[in-house]
């Protein structure tokens, strides 16, 4: 299946500090998506970027695409204890619908 | 800001016992989800609606699974027998139109079968 793989699996990082996770994926997507899913809560969508976009911004988020390279990463600046969660990637599964990543689990020290 | 809305949050059921969830969807969103999570993995999806017609439930455990969105507003899913593999996070989804786009997820039901 297209299912996206995100990289690491864990990541541990000091309050302030930047955080970057990465989604790699198989087959051509017009798109991929970011979610974040706070401890035991529902997910919540963060960024879409689309095919033709390389690098798109929310924020503290960075969030960029490579289709040669069928990858994508997350990068979160300046992190705060709030961002601690896990960050899901989606792509597409045929025409309408999506599937998700195993998750990247980043939890921020104080 | 509109929300999905999912009830119950927790439910604790004995195996071999039935058990139900609902989803209200965002108000207007013609497409609604359910998914299943396992713990330290992504959402699965269970079975997806566009309005009251089933579009896509080839992951649903058909045996004893059930979902249904009579009116096309909300939805229930229903698990009868329960089994102890059954024990996940059930999370409720909805978009506009869906497509590939954007998912507007709710709390999430923890189930624990014992």
């Known amino acids: 299946s297209q299912q996206g793989e995100e990289d690491p699996q864990a990541l541990s990082i000091q309050e302030g500090e930047n955080a970057t996770m990465n989604c790699s994926y198989k087959?051509?997507?017009?798109?991929l998506q970011w979610y974040r899913q706070n401890s035991g809560r529902g997910l919540v969508h963060l960024i879409l970027?689309?095919?033709?976009?390389r690098e798109k911004h929310s924020g503290r988020l960075r969030v960029t695409l490579d289709t040669s390279k069928k990858s994508s990463s997350l990068l979160i600046t300046a992190s705060r204890a709030a961002d601690t969660a896990s960050y899901f990637c989606a792509t597409p599964d045929g025409y309408d619908k999506i599937i998700f990543g195993k998750g990247t689990r980043l939890h921020i020290l104080p | 800001e509109a929300e999905v809305a999912q009830s119950p949050r927790y439910k604790i059921t004995e195996k071999s016992q039935a058990v139900a969830f609902w989803c209200d969807p965002i108000?207007?969103?013609?497409?609604l989800y359910w998914y299943r999570q396992i713990l330290g993995q992504g959402p699965e999806l269970l079975v997806q609606f566009q309005d009251e017609s089933v579009v896509d439930d080839s992951q649903l455990p058909k045996d004893r699974f059930s979902a249904e969105r009579l009116k096309g507003v909300d939805s229930t899913l229903k698990i009868q027998p329960a089994e102890l593999g059954d024990s996940a996070m059930y999370l409720c989804?909805?978009?506009?139109?869906?497509?590939?786009?954007?998912?507007?997820f709710g709390p999430g039901t923890r189930l624990t079968v014992t």
């Open positions: 087959t051509s997507i017009n798109n």
């Open positions: 989804a909805s978009s506009p139109q869906g497509g590939t786009g954007e998912q507007y």
């Open positions: 970027i689309r095919s033709n976009e």
């Open positions: 108000s207007g969103h013609a497409t």
